[in-house]
């Protein structure tokens, strides 16, 4: 599908009609997404989808962008639309290729991680990841929670059915009950959610900004994990070198990065054909899982 006329019919549907070109913005993988010029106001990044997965998507999707705006102090997009077939956000730009930039958003995300801690894990709705609904709901164990939701939940997902075999499916089972053995014991706190680097853009100033979350209150790891593993540029090793100092990170926390991030790999598997590499991350890390005879 041809995505600018499209988000041009869903804006002038939407009452925005001032429009004079939406050119196609890059770097996002569920909704067709642009940069739309208008004549009387401020460009404006649109975001729809061709077939909405459900009337909630951008509705929630909004909600996460205030929480991490109001709640975690981190720097986000206005939003001036969000309904049922629509997401009109203001503009971001590129974000700047140096170490002063992600020391930055080392900082925002460390302040994030450390000043919402909750006394339970979730969040009060469910919300969407890429084209997926993210079930939440509320727990008290965060190791119970991670597996139902995070983990599990995605086994019953067609694409995830036909690239994981039974021995992959029961190994992913039993790195579930071992969780508490494998990962700290550590408190809830507000999370993006879908932290990869296409995520992390920048303010007119240059300061960090975020977009697309999938917040829920869940370990700080997890957002660790998504940046670590999802190809950071060489200068984003200032960040994790700043933010393990803020919040007093052990030495190991790297060798969790793979199991933490089996919530995104999985997620990935089940929603896109091309799956990147994610199968293949899957089963590398469920491997000491496996039964051996």
């Given at each position: ?45 649109v975001?729809?989808?061709a ?29 001036i ?49 890429g ?50 053995d ?16 296409q ?35 060489p ?59």
């Open positions: 599908m041809q995505s600018a006329p499209f988000l041009l019919d869903r804006l002038g549907r939407a009452g925005i009609s001032d429009v004079v070109t939406v050119e196609p913005a890059t770097g996002g993988l569920a909704a067709l997404a642009g940069i739309a010029t208008r004549r009387e106001a401020p460009s404006v990044f975001k729809a989808f077939e909405a997965p459900d009337d909630d998507v951008f509705v929630a999707e909004a909600e996460g962008l205030a929480a991490l705006r109001e709640v975690g102090g981190v720097v986000t997009p206005e939003v639309l969000a309904d049922r077939e629509l997401l009109v956000l203001s503009v971001l730009r590129p974000r700047p290729r140096t170490e002063a930039f992600w020391e930055r958003f080392a900082h925002m995300l460390a302040h994030l991680h450390l000043s919402t801690t909750h006394p339970r894990f979730g969040w009060h709705r469910d919300n969407w990841l084209r997926r609904r993210q079930t939440n709901g509320w727990h008290d164990d965060g190791f119970a929670f991670f597996a139902q939701h995070r983990l599990l939940r995605w086994l019953g997902e067609p694409r995830v059915e036909a690239a994981l075999d039974r021995d992959d499916r029961l190994a992913l089972e039993r790195l579930c009950d071992r969780l508490p494998l990962l700290p014991d550590r408190p809830a706190c507000l999370t993006h959610g879908d932290l990869w680097a995520n992390v853009l920048a303010t007119a100033d240059g300061q960090p900004a975020l977009i697309d979350p999938a917040v829920s209150y869940l370990w700080a790891e997890v957002d660790l994990a998504h940046v670590w593993s999802t190809a950071p540029p200068e984003a090793q200032r960040f994790f070198t700043v933010y393990a100092e803020l919040t007093s990170l052990d030495g190991d926390w790297q060798a969790r990065m793979p199991i933490v991030q089996l919530r995104q790999h999985l997620a990935v598997l089940a929603q896109f054909d091309d799956d990147w590499g994610a199968a293949d991350q899957i089963r590398a890390t469920l491997a000491p899982f496996r039964t051996r005879s």
